[in-house]
């Protein structure tokens, strides 16, 4: 794994005097299995058969009424090889392993729509859409694995000549969607502009009772610019205000989840020649009333351009609240499962969204465009359960890291707040069992201890993002540069703290270079090393500003004159080079800002 490759030792002996490689890249006695072996002493191949059909079919029933059939059909088949070798560290136990299979996914689409399109007197537009597709996913997979082998040479592919097969695995998935649509869309004057519209959807991943959602929407606008008042005002271009409110659904769910699926048990009764296989229910409790998640969002904007589109911008101003969540909740394990998949809760988002784009130069030789854009969101969980504790407070639910007012996204931990020093009065203090190079944390509380009630929220997601961009075009020659930032949010980085990642100080481990408490150097942001324990409440020191601005994208083109290109038979032809996240700034000591690492 990568991981593996980064925290090697790094007096690791990679390959041997004469040129080969070693199986073990050190001599200290515990096992680091050199992950360039294993990549020599094993096959993975992958193969993948795709397929794409669409159809179309349109007819002009009558003047203004028109029907459109669409249908669509998708095919691929991955087929998967694997195979590792008898000296391989892992395929040297079962004296090799082969491991074969295919996953087969197969969809279709097809969708009838009715259009009406009418004007009147020149000042009235009316459109009505109907509309009722069914969409079908299959998904079928086919897993087999074979050990012992008498020799490497046909790796995988000499399957039937091992001595020891496991049980087959084989698996079908299936999903159907049936909706049908109606919209009616009303203009007058190409200024005043409103629509509504109801879609209702079918899915089968839900329970019989409730696999119909309905979705409502509206929406209107006004086209400021094209008033009469307006038309002296040269310099503005476009002036809109537009408002809406609807409704959309989610069935982002594994299929089979409102039923009680089992799993495969082997026992032997008597003796390996008296076996038995039975099943029993999984980990998961099944939820026959699972129903549609449902986002409300309200939604008013203004789009503005001044100077003729020279500088134009949209603002957007927003509001949503999603009901009836699916997420999948830890349970007690005393009634037999740990997580069952429901409905709960409430989340709330608001948020504002700026873009602005500029042509400081405009001509048929040269353009040069500028555009900006910012945005911030906030999210809060209103309602989880409904139940109320002694006090009628609403309840948190800890297990899951969702509390009442705070956002979706967030650890729940304990706070670092240094590292006990050797004239510290650890003996009065929260942590008296503490010695001077270990980690402190915050008495939250403050009543004198450390316990679970000292754990803090901490929110993940930023405050803000933006992009600034610019492009130039000049005498065929064409550079965009593209900039994203980032301000806030909080990422868990385990190169800080996981044995994995060679993050817990113990030395095992090659990790990052960490100024580390001895009492020579008092460090005050990180403990003293242990080799043979892991100091206590190290998951404190993971958490990091995710603040970072990175260049994006850089793009560099050439386009040939079309007198050229013609005479070589193209259209148009375009040299370029691209490329994507050359420079990052960030304070997380990690390879990426945007993700947990690990």
Do not use: C
Not at 129 to 158: C, H, R, W
Request: hydrophobic letters at 30%; a neutral charge; aromatic letters at 12%.
């Amino acid at each position: 794994s990568f991981n593996r490759f980064i925290t090697m030792p790094p007096l690791a002996k990679i390959y041997n005097d004469d040129g080969s490689l070693r199986m073990d890249v050190t001599d200290a006695g515990e096992a680091h299995y050199n992950p360039l072996w294993n990549m020599d002493r094993s096959v993975n191949d992958e193969n993948s058969d795709n397929y794409l059909t669409n159809l179309y079919l349109d007819w002009e029933i009558i003047k203004g009424l028109t029907y459109r059939a669409n249908g669509s059909m998708s095919y691929r088949n991955n087929q998967k090889g694997s195979y590792l070798f008898r000296d391989h560290t892992t395929g040297k136990d079962t004296n090799g392993k082969a491991t074969v299979g295919n996953v087969l996914r197969t969809e279709y689409l097809f969708e009838n729509i009715l259009n009406y399109n009418k004007e009147f007197k020149h000042i009235h537009r009316l459109g009505v859409t109907l509309m009722q597709s069914v969409n079908a996913i299959k998904t079928t997979t086919n897993e087999q694995s074979a050990m012992g082998f008498p020799n490497d040479e046909k790796t995988y592919n000499a399957f039937l000549s091992a001595i020891e097969f496991g049980v087959p695995v084989r698996g079908i998935s299936e999903r159907k969607l049936l909706s049908y649509l109606g919209r009616v869309n009303y203009t007058l004057m190409d200024r005043y502009i409103v629509s509504a519209s109801l879609r209702v959807d079918g899915s089968s991943v839900f329970g019989k009772e409730n696999k119909y959602g309905y979705f409502p929407s509206f929406a209107a606008s006004w086209r400021l610019s094209e008033e009469s008042f307006m038309k002296k005002v040269d310099w503005i271009s476009n002036l809109k205000l537009r408002g809406s409110w609807g409704q959309v659904g989610n069935q982002a769910i594994t299929p089979y989840s409102t039923l009680g699926l089992t799993e495969r048990y082997i026992n032997e009764f008597g003796g390996e020649k008296n076996v038995q296989i039975g099943f029993l229910p999984g980990s998961e409790l099944w939820n026959p009333k699972l129903k549609w998640e449902t986002t409300t969002s309200t939604n008013i904007g203004f789009d503005f351009g001044f100077f003729k589109e020279r500088i134009s911008g949209t603002l957007e101003i927003y509001k949503t609240k999603t009901t009836d969540l699916l997420v999948t909740r830890k349970i007690s394990q005393s009634l037999g499962y740990a997580t069952q998949l429901g409905n709960m809760g409430e989340v709330e988002n608001k948020g504002v969204e700026f873009l602005l784009t500029g042509y400081p130069i405009r001509n048929n030789k040269v353009t040069w465009a500028l555009n900006y854009s910012i945005a911030a969101n906030r999210n809060k969980i209103l309602k989880i359960t409904g139940e109320t504790d002694e006090n009628g407070k609403p309840k948190d639910d800890i297990n899951s890291n969702w509390f009442i007012g705070k956002p979706m996204n967030v650890y729940y931990n304990y706070q670092f707040d240094g590292i006990w020093q050797t004239d510290d009065d650890i003996a009065n203090s929260a942590m008296p069992n503490a010695k001077p190079g270990m980690i402190r944390v915050a008495d939250v509380d403050g009543n004198g201890s450390i316990d679970s009630d000292d754990r803090i929220v901490i929110e993940r997601d930023p405050k803000w993002i933006s992009s600034f961009g610019t492009s130039l075009t000049m005498y065929g020659v064409d550079l965009a540069v593209d900039f994203y930032m980032s301000h806030g949010g909080v990422v868990n980085n385990s190169y800080l703290t996981s044995s994995e990642q060679g993050g817990d100080l113990s030395g095992k481990r090659n990790g990052i270079k960490r100024d580390y408490w001895t009492p020579e150097n008092p460090s005050n942001t990180t403990p003293a090393p242990n080799y043979a324990q892991v100091p206590a409440y190290i998951t404190s020191l993971g958490y990091q500003d995710a603040s970072y601005i990175r260049l994006r994208n850089l793009t560099i083109g050439y386009t040939l004159p079309s007198e050229i290109s013609r005479k070589l038979y193209v259209q148009k032809l375009r040299v370029y080079f691209s490329a994507n996240n050359l420079w990052t700034k960030t304070k997380v000591q990690s390879y990426s800002p945007e993700t947990n690492t690990g």
